[in-house]
C-alpha cells in the first residue's frame, strides 16, 4: 500500500479494525481504541477530513452494519463513501464511483473477506471515462 490509508471505527467496529491493521502495518489509526461505546459521526468526521486533506489518501470506516458510518461520511462534500459486503463490490466503487472511503460491516463480514475488500480497494483505481460525468453530477 503506498498511499496514505486511514482506518477509524466505532466500538462495535474496533475489533475488526484491530485484525486489519495487525494485517496490514501502513494503516494510519484513527481510533476509536477501545470497545467501549463511543459516538461513530466522530470518528467519521476525523477520517473524512483527513482523506480530504491529503490528496490522493483513502479510509476505511468500521461500524457494526456499515450504515452509520456511511451516512455520516457521506455527509461531507468530496467524500464518497461505499458500504461493501464483497471484494468485488469493493472493486467497482473503485472503479465506477471513485469512492475515497470504504465502509465495512464490522459485525457481518469474515476476517478474511475484509482483507480481501480492503486489498481490492486499495489496489484499484478509478476508471474515468463514461463514469467521470456521473461523478460530476453528484
Do not use: W
Request: hydrophobic share 40%.
Amino acid at each position: 500500500m503506498k498511499k496514505k490509508i486511514y482506518i477509524a471505527s466505532d466500538h462495535a467496529g474496533y475489533d475488526m479494525k484491530l485484525k486489519l491493521t495487525n494485517h496490514f502495518s501502513s494503516l494510519i489509526d484513527l481510533g476509536t481504541n477501545s470497545n467501549e461505546s463511543v459516538d461513530y459521526p466522530d470518528f467519521a468526521h476525523k477520517l473524512t477530513t483527513e482523506v480530504l486533506q491529503n490528496d490522493g489518501s483513502l479510509g476505511i470506516l468500521i461500524c457494526g452494519t456499515g450504515v452509520g458510518m456511511s451516512i455520516a461520511a457521506n455527509r461531507k462534500d468530496g467524500i464518497r463513501a461505499g458500504l461493501v459486503s464483497d471484494a468485488k463490490i469493493a472493486r467497482l466503487i473503485r472503479q465506477h464511483n471513485d469512492a475515497n472511503v470504504l465502509v465495512i460491516p464490522g459485525r457481518f463480514m469474515e476476517d478474511e473477506v475484509a482483507k480481501n475488500c480492503v486489498k481490492t480497494f486499495v489496489d484499484t483505481e478509478f476508471e474515468a471515462g463514461r463514469h467521470k460525468k456521473r461523478i460530476e453530477k453528484i
